[in-house]
């Protein structure tokens, strides 16, 4: 209510309104529920209804109920307890938005279940059972019952005021009409009628506002104003007068409400956050969901959501008063498009021996691959941007990689390696001992946690396995690696070396003969290194007792022992037989022949031949200075002791006596026996030249016929017939042919020749008849030769058993004898299997002599060898052949040759690992060492066990500095048995490269345009793929591509990007850049330049020229 009214009606003794109707009660709630009619029926706030602006925008003029405890009690009064007729007034304004059977404004007395109190009821009602919004009820209390008068139209719960006036309207005259009438906004909105007589109800309740009495708990929510009680019913002009009075309710201003994003719908990774800022006018901003959302504040937010969200913002702007204040709203949404990332793990803590080293890393996934890789900065990352690396960490340390996908989504994940401390104890002094000898390993523990366990390897000569000071006595040199290993599973390691010395070894040669007062050089063989001590016993009859060569001079048979030790203190032990000869040969010293008369020309005879020495000796020679006498059958071999007899022909070639001397010789110490020979020759008629002709010896395939010449003189005075001459193969008389005569004093010269076929020994006397005078006789010649086949002598099977643990070669001497009478040589001496090895390749075999020859067996793998010996021998093309067998079961390593990397794409500097397998069969093995050169690298493997028969391997990587082919050979080398093996390793960097070719235009008119072309050739060794060109600004433009981008480009093919100009005066340029995204980001940029320039115009201004006709 405005302020003037106020103050009339309280001046009055009697409020009047309208056409002067005096009011029973008028509450304008100008800052209070007082009654302002003057009438006392003041009013109670209960449970908080405020005072609010009223319908003319007067602050405080106006209660506000919240639907929930607020209203107002009038205590009861008969001057309010109606009888007749009735009419109320109020203004209301209300925004109910849940709905209600019943919301009250006002009401009094209670309608019960025999109506015995009279009253009244008006509320807004939402009756279910008709078309929702709520309307105006107006419930008058009589003995009959309650009907209701409900309005029509509108939903007045709208938050604009609204008047209502209801009227109850009763003829005293006239019980059986009952009227009353619902006006709302000034306008009757409904009218009903009843007939019911109440002149007997009274009530004993008062009047309460804002909630029902009737109705319990039918709370109003909304504001109330300007109540008027009139005993009376208004007529239809009254209440026209009420609802004009003050003007009417004002008409606040349109509430609109602006609204704007700032940010637009985008893409982002996960993890990553958008700024959300709303602009405009609005009093309240609201964001849902708010899933994903932070830092909020009225007008911002942060959003992170994790999957694709669109995300609303409601605006709200609130303005008028309350309860229903005016609310504009407006929502926009922006969509934000969350990209996966990628994912990497790196794993949980690692926990690391300090000394190991441990490779990390991890392939990511999801996201968008291809994936860059990089670690955060650390002395150990070798290269940041490599995935796998190897470290060696001496602290604990935190690692960090990031993984960022195509789209630029971003993976981190941490690696903490913790570090353990391990055992520590030594494996014992490197040394050198011999074979067979042994020594203890181990020593003490330094450090390590309980309880500990130890394993050495390899196992081969040891005592035990598991023990913390085993007993080694190895075969060969072994590198012994103890395993030692803490309760934390921490392990340390440990190598010794034990050099076994080769045991030396010393031939002392073969038992050899001297004769009596001589001597001999002892030559003993000694293999392995040289020795550092010799010593010789017995000592008395050597030159020197600790000489490798002493002169012997014994003088009897004598063992001498020779004792090596080399600078390893091992010892070899062998021994030779010195045998003293004192050979004797025995035989008469003068053999007569008495005389020959003229008819006899040869005489034989037996001598004996005695061995009286202690030793066997050879009769090989007859040395006779004369040609009368002659020898035969020889040679003869005399055992000591034994006796032999042998043929002298006395063939005198003239008259007369004739002594000549025989001079045996033997093979041994010059032993010889000295015969004269005597005989005499009474006439000689026919003598022969030769008594013997000796053809020699020859080799079966040297066996060529050959001639000699003998001489048949007639000496006596007759002619000498001489008749053919008998004699058997291979021997014959070549020429003349025979029978012959030879006048007296003549001669004839007869060839005897010899044609072998067969080796064998030949002897034959050649037997002339001849006749002269009264002489008859037979000349003799003794004709020998022999023919061997020369051979070496048969060898069996030489069988080198089995090797076994780290052996390696087994070596054995073997002789070849030569047991012909000819000398052999041999030209070749070869094995046909390269796992074993025989010297000497070549030599000369005297006689009856032998030919030590080493074989060694070398095998290179584990299993069976066969093979064969092969001797070449001359003369006659000989050979002999021997089977050798061998077998290895000892250690072994198998691994490939070669490890190739192939072509390997790199974009930066990185490694890249491959796995060599390795398998040591025969007994546990450890890697005693590895190494390559650059850029092939192998990790820390000393100290690697290799257990026998298991597959290990070991990591060879390849880090190439710059493009081109690599090849080195890597070395490894195992205990036990010292092996080495070598591989070869090879692999190829190739790095895509882009080249650009620029584009000058030139000179170019400015106002047209111009094209050309800008290149980028695939100058790497791999296809790429480029994706487009950019960087290229105005006035240049790219118009097109060949091919189309993005594109794949394979090596030496070009990508061509034409480009447009349209110059502008003076000069420009641009780069045009072309980018690669895989295998890896590449870019080029190629120079475009042009010049502009205007075009030109040339004005000429000519001086006035005037002329007359015919002038000039």
Same mark, same amino acid.
């Given at each position: 209510?405005?302020?003037?009214?106020?103050?009339?009606?309280?001046?009055?003794?009697?409020?009047?309104?309208?056409?002067?109707?005096?009011?029973?009660?008028?509450?304008?709630?100008?800052?209070?529920?007082?009654?302002?009619?003057?009438?006392?029926?003041?009013?109670?706030?209960?449970?908080?209804?405020?005072?609010?602006?009223?319908?003319?925008?007067?602050?405080?003029?106006?209660?506000?109920?919240?639907?929930?405890?607020?209203?107002?009690?009038?205590?009861?009064?008969?001057?309010?307890?109606?009888?007749?007729?009735?009419?109320?007034?109020?203004?209301?304004?209300?925004?109910?938005?849940?709905?209600?059977?019943?919301?009250?404004?006002?009401?009094?007395?209670?309608?019960?279940?025999?109506?015995?109190?009279?009253?009244?009821?008006?509320?807004?009602?939402?009756?279910?059972?008709?078309?929702?919004?709520?309307?105006?009820?107006?419930?008058?209390?009589?003995?009959?019952?309650?009907?209701?008068?409900?309005?029509?139209?509108?939903?007045?719960?709208?938050?604009?005021?609204?008047?209502?006036?209801?009227?109850?309207?009763?003829?005293?005259?006239?019980?059986?009409?009952?009227?009353?009438?619902?006006?709302?906004?000034?306008?009757?909105?409904?009218?009903?009628?009843?007939?019911?007589?109440?002149?007997?109800?009274?009530?004993?309740?008062?009047?309460?506002?804002?909630?029902?009495?009737?109705?319990?708990?039918?709370?109003?929510?909304?504001?109330?104003?300007?109540?008027?009680?009139?005993?009376?019913?208004?007529?239809?002009?009254?209440?026209?007068?009420?609802?004009?009075?003050?003007?009417?309710?004002?008409?606040?201003?349109?509430?609109?409400?602006?609204?704007?994003?700032?940010?637009?719908?985008?893409?982002?990774?996960?993890?990553?956050?958008?700024?959300?800022?709303?602009?405009?006018?609005?009093?309240?901003?609201?964001?849902?969901?708010?899933?994903?959302?932070?830092?909020?504040?009225?007008?911002?937010?942060?959003?992170?959501?994790?999957?694709?969200?669109?995300?609303?913002?409601?605006?709200?702007?609130?303005?008028?008063?309350?309860?229903?204040?005016?609310?504009?709203?407006?929502?926009?949404?922006?969509?934000?498009?969350?990209?996966?990332?990628?994912?990497?793990?790196?794993?949980?803590?690692?926990?690391?021996?300090?000394?190991?080293?441990?490779?990390?890393?991890?392939?990511?996934?999801?996201?968008?691959?291809?994936?860059?890789?990089?670690?955060?900065?650390?002395?150990?990352?070798?290269?940041?941007?490599?995935?796998?690396?190897?470290?060696?960490?001496?602290?604990?340390?935190?690692?960090?990689?990031?993984?960022?996908?195509?789209?630029?989504?971003?993976?981190?994940?941490?690696?903490?390696?913790?570090?353990?401390?391990?055992?520590?104890?030594?494996?014992?002094?490197?040394?050198?001992?011999?074979?067979?000898?042994?020594?203890?390993?181990?020593?003490?523990?330094?450090?390590?946690?309980?309880?500990?366990?130890?394993?050495?390897?390899?196992?081969?000569?040891?005592?035990?396995?598991?023990?913390?000071?085993?007993?080694?006595?190895?075969?060969?040199?072994?590198?012994?690696?103890?395993?030692?290993?803490?309760?934390?599973?921490?392990?340390?390691?440990?190598?010794?070396?034990?050099?076994?010395?080769?045991?030396?070894?010393?031939?002392? $040669?073969? !038992? %050899?003969? +001297?004769?009596?007062?001589? #001597?001999?050089?002892? /030559?003993?063989? @000694? *293999?392995?290194?040289?020795?550092?001590?010799?010593?010789?016993?017995?000592?008395?009859?050597?030159?020197?007792?600790?000489?490798?060569?002493?002169?012997?001079?014994?003088?009897?048979?004598?063992?001498?022992?020779?004792?090596?030790?080399?600078?390893?203190?091992?010892?070899?032990?062998?021994?030779?037989?010195?045998?003293?000869?004192?050979?004797?040969?025995?035989?008469?010293?003068?053999?007569?022949?008495?005389?020959?008369?003229?008819?006899?020309?040869?005489?034989?005879?037996?001598?004996?031949?005695?061995?009286?020495?202690?030793?066997?000796?050879?009769?090989?020679?007859?040395?006779?200075?004369?040609?009368?006498?002659?020898?035969?059958?020889?040679?003869?071999?005399?055992?000591? $002791?034994? !006796? %032999?007899? +042998?043929?002298?022909?006395? #063939?005198?070639?003239? /008259?007369?006596? @004739? *002594?000549?001397?025989?001079?045996?010789?033997?093979?041994?110490?010059?032993?010889?026996?000295?015969?004269?020979?005597?005989?005499?020759?009474?006439?000689?008629?026919?003598?022969?030249?030769?008594?013997?002709?000796?053809?020699?010896?020859?080799?079966?395939?040297?066996?060529?016929?050959?001639?000699?010449?003998?001489?048949?003189?007639?000496?006596?005075?007759?002619?000498?017939?001489?008749?053919?001459?008998?004699?058997?193969?291979?021997?014959?008389?070549?020429?003349?042919?025979?029978?012959?005569?030879?006048?007296?004093?003549?001669?004839?010269?007869?060839?005897?020749?010899?044609?072998?076929?067969?080796?064998?020994?030949?002897?034959?006397?050649?037997?002339?008849?001849?006749?002269? $005078?009264?002489?008859?006789?037979?000349?003799?010649?003794?004709?020998?030769?022999?023919?061997?086949?020369?051979?070496?002598?048969?060898?069996?099977?030489?069988?080198?058993?089995?090797?076994?643990?780290?052996?390696?070669?087994?070596?054995?001497?073997?002789?070849?004898?030569?047991?012909?009478?000819?000398?052999?040589?041999?030209?070749?001496?070869?094995?046909?299997?390269?796992?074993?090895?025989?010297?000497?390749?070549?030599?000369?075999?005297?006689?009856?002599?032998?030919?030590?020859?080493?074989?060694?067996?070398?095998?290179?793998?584990?299993?069976?060898?066969?093979?064969?010996?092969?001797?070449?021998?001359?003369?006659?093309?000989?050979?002999?052949?021997?089977?050798?067998?061998?077998?290895?079961?000892?250690?072994?390593?198998?691994?490939?040759?070669?490890?190739?990397?192939?072509?390997?794409?790199?974009?930066?500097?990185?490694?890249?690992?491959?796995?060599?397998?390795?398998?040591?069969?025969?007994?546990?093995?450890?890697?005693?060492?590895?190494?390559?050169?650059?850029?092939?690298?192998?990790?820390?493997?000393?100290?690697?066990?290799?257990?026998?028969?298991?597959?290990?391997?070991?990591?060879?990587?390849?880090?190439?500095?710059?493009?081109?082919?690599?090849?080195?050979?890597?070395?490894?080398?195992?205990?036990?048995?010292?092996?080495?093996?070598?591989?070869?390793?090879?692999?190829?960097?190739?790095?895509?490269?882009?080249?650009?070719?620029?584009?000058?235009?030139?000179?170019?008119?400015?106002?047209?345009?111009?094209?050309?072309?800008?290149?980028?050739?695939?100058?790497?060794?791999?296809?790429?793929?480029?994706?487009?060109?950019?960087?290229?600004?105005?006035?240049?433009?790219?118009?097109?591509?060949?091919?189309?981008?993005?594109?794949?480009?394979?090596?030496?093919?070009?990508?061509?990007?034409?480009?447009?100009?349209?110059?502008?005066?003076?000069?420009?340029?641009?780069?045009?850049?072309?980018?690669?995204?895989?295998?890896?980001?590449?870019?080029?940029?190629?120079?475009?330049?042009?010049?502009?320039?205007?075009?030109?115009?040339?004005?000429?201004?000519?001086?006035?020229?005037?002329?007359?006709?015919?002038?000039?």
């Amino acid at each position: 209510m405005r302020t003037i009214a106020i103050v009339l009606w309280i001046t009055l003794a009697s409020i009047t309104t309208g056409q002067g109707q005096p009011m029973a009660a008028f509450y304008p709630f100008n800052g209070n529920a007082n009654d302002a009619s003057g009438n006392g029926h003041h009013g109670t706030v209960h449970g908080g209804a405020v005072l609010v602006a009223d319908r003319f925008g007067n602050p405080l003029s106006a209660y506000n109920f919240d639907g929930v405890n607020d209203y107002i009690s009038i205590p009861h009064s008969k001057a309010l307890a109606f009888r007749w007729s009735y009419s109320i007034s109020l203004w209301f304004k209300s925004c109910i938005t849940t709905r209600s059977v019943g919301r009250t404004l006002i009401s009094s007395g209670i309608a019960t279940a025999s109506y015995k109190e009279f009253g009244y009821t008006i509320e807004l009602r939402d009756p279910t059972d008709v078309t929702p919004g709520y309307r105006i009820a107006f419930a008058p209390h009589v003995s009959a019952g309650a009907n209701d008068a409900t309005s029509s139209g509108n939903d007045f719960a709208d938050g604009r005021w609204h008047h209502v006036v209801m009227v109850y309207d009763w003829a005293p005259g006239n019980p059986a009409e009952q009227k009353y009438r619902c006006y709302v906004d000034g306008v009757r909105n409904h009218k009903d009628s009843m007939v019911n007589s109440f002149d007997s109800l009274t009530t004993t309740n008062g009047i309460w506002i804002g909630q029902g009495i009737s109705r319990l708990g039918s709370y109003f929510t909304g504001a109330i104003d300007d109540i008027r009680l009139y005993d009376t019913a208004l007529n239809e002009s009254q209440v026209q007068n009420l609802y004009h009075e003050g003007g009417g309710p004002i008409t606040p201003a349109a509430n609109v409400v602006s609204l704007s994003l700032k940010a637009s719908d985008t893409v982002i990774c996960q993890g990553r956050s958008v700024q959300l800022s709303a602009l405009g006018n609005a009093t309240q901003i609201s964001w849902s969901p708010t899933t994903g959302l932070s830092s909020i504040t009225p007008t911002t937010a942060i959003a992170s959501p994790l999957t694709t969200t669109t995300y609303k913002v409601r605006a709200l702007r609130i303005a008028g008063d309350l309860p229903c204040q005016d609310t504009a709203q407006k929502i926009d949404s922006i969509r934000i498009t969350v990209r996966q990332p990628p994912k990497v793990e790196l794993g949980f803590t690692r926990y690391v021996c300090l000394g190991d080293s441990i490779t990390i890393g991890a392939n990511a996934s999801d996201g968008a691959p291809p994936y860059r890789y990089q670690w955060n900065p650390h002395p150990l990352i070798s290269s940041r941007n490599q995935l796998l690396q190897t470290v060696k960490v001496d602290r604990s340390t935190l690692f960090i990689l990031t993984v960022t996908d195509r789209e630029g989504c971003i993976a981190r994940d941490t690696l903490n390696v913790v570090i353990l401390s391990p055992p520590k104890m030594n494996a014992g002094a490197d040394t050198t001992i011999c074979r067979g000898a042994s020594v203890l390993l181990g020593g003490v523990l330094e450090q390590g946690v309980p309880p500990i366990t130890y394993r050495w390897s390899p196992s081969l000569g040891l005592s035990d396995t598991a023990a913390r000071t085993p007993l080694a006595a190895p075969d060969s040199t072994t590198s012994y690696v103890v395993a030692v290993t803490s309760s934390n599973g921490c392990i340390w390691r440990d190598t010794v070396t034990l050099t076994v010395a080769p045991q030396p070894t010393v031939d002392a $040669g073969p !038992s %050899r003969s +001297i004769c009596a007062d001589s #001597s001999t050089v002892l /030559s003993p063989m @000694i *293999a392995g290194r040289t020795p550092a001590a010799i010593q010789w016993t017995p000592s008395s009859s050597l030159s020197c007792a600790d000489c490798q060569n002493p002169t012997a001079r014994p003088t009897a048979t004598t063992t001498y022992r020779v004792t090596i030790t080399d600078s390893s203190g091992c010892t070899a032990v062998d021994s030779v037989e010195v045998r003293v000869l004192r050979p004797q040969l025995s035989t008469a010293g003068v053999i007569d022949f008495g005389t020959l008369d003229g008819c006899t020309s040869t005489r034989d005879t037996a001598i004996t031949l005695t061995n009286s020495g202690d030793a066997p000796m050879e009769i090989t020679e007859a040395r006779i200075a004369g040609t009368s006498f002659s020898v035969a059958g020889l040679p003869v071999v005399l055992a000591p $002791g034994e !006796s %032999r007899t +042998i043929t002298v022909r006395f #063939s005198p070639q003239s /008259s007369g006596s @004739i *002594a000549e001397e025989v001079e045996l010789v033997g093979d041994q110490c010059g032993a010889t026996a000295r015969i004269t020979l005597r005989g005499e020759k009474q006439q000689s008629l026919v003598s022969i030249s030769h008594g013997a002709m000796e053809f020699g010896l020859a080799a079966s395939c040297q066996a060529t016929p050959r001639d000699t010449v003998v001489v048949i003189r007639n000496n006596g005075t007759a002619p000498a017939t001489i008749s053919p001459g008998v004699v058997s193969a291979p021997f014959s008389v070549a020429s003349p042919n025979l029978p012959a005569t030879i006048v007296a004093g003549d001669s004839l010269q007869l060839t005897v020749r010899y044609v072998p076929v067969a080796a064998g020994a030949f002897s034959d006397d050649l037997r002339l008849g001849y006749a002269s $005078g009264s002489c008859l006789d037979t000349l003799r010649l003794r004709l020998s030769g022999r023919v061997v086949t020369p051979e070496l002598a048969p060898i069996g099977v030489i069988d080198f058993g089995t090797l076994t643990g780290c052996a390696t070669s087994r070596d054995t001497t073997i002789m070849l004898r030569n047991g012909s009478e000819i000398e052999l040589r041999v030209t070749r001496l070869y094995s046909s299997s390269g796992e074993y090895l025989v010297a000497p390749s070549s030599a000369v075999i005297p006689p009856g002599d032998s030919l030590a020859v080493t074989v060694s067996y070398r095998p290179s793998s584990s299993g069976s060898h066969s093979g064969t010996i092969e001797a070449e021998y001359e003369p006659c093309g000989g050979s002999l052949g021997a089977q050798l067998l061998g077998q290895k079961q000892g250690v072994s390593v198998e691994l490939p040759d070669t490890v190739s990397f192939g072509r390997v794409v790199m974009c930066g500097d990185s490694t890249v690992s491959q796995r060599l397998p390795i398998r040591f069969s025969g007994s546990d093995g450890v890697i005693v060492s590895a190494s390559v050169g650059g850029p092939f690298g192998v990790g820390n493997v000393a100290g690697q066990s290799l257990p026998d028969g298991v597959e290990q391997g070991v990591s060879v990587s390849f880090a190439p500095p710059a493009e081109g082919s690599f090849a080195e050979a890597m070395e490894l080398r195992f205990s036990p048995c010292g092996i080495t093996k070598r591989v070869v390793v090879t692999g190829q960097r190739v790095t895509p490269k882009l080249q650009a070719i620029d584009l000058d235009f030139g000179a170019q008119q400015v106002g047209q345009s111009a094209s050309g072309r800008v290149g980028f050739v695939n100058v790497g060794g791999v296809a790429v793929r480029v994706e487009g060109i950019a960087g290229v600004g105005s006035p240049f433009q790219v118009s097109s591509t060949e091919p189309g981008l993005p594109a794949e480009i394979a090596p030496g093919d070009t990508v061509w990007a034409t480009i447009s100009y349209a110059p502008e005066s003076g000069e420009q340029s641009t780069t045009a850049t072309a980018r690669t995204s895989l295998p890896c980001e590449v870019t080029a940029s190629a120079n475009v330049r042009g010049k502009g320039e205007q075009s030109g115009r040339l004005t000429l201004k000519l001086p006035s020229l005037e002329a007359s006709a015919g002038s000039e």
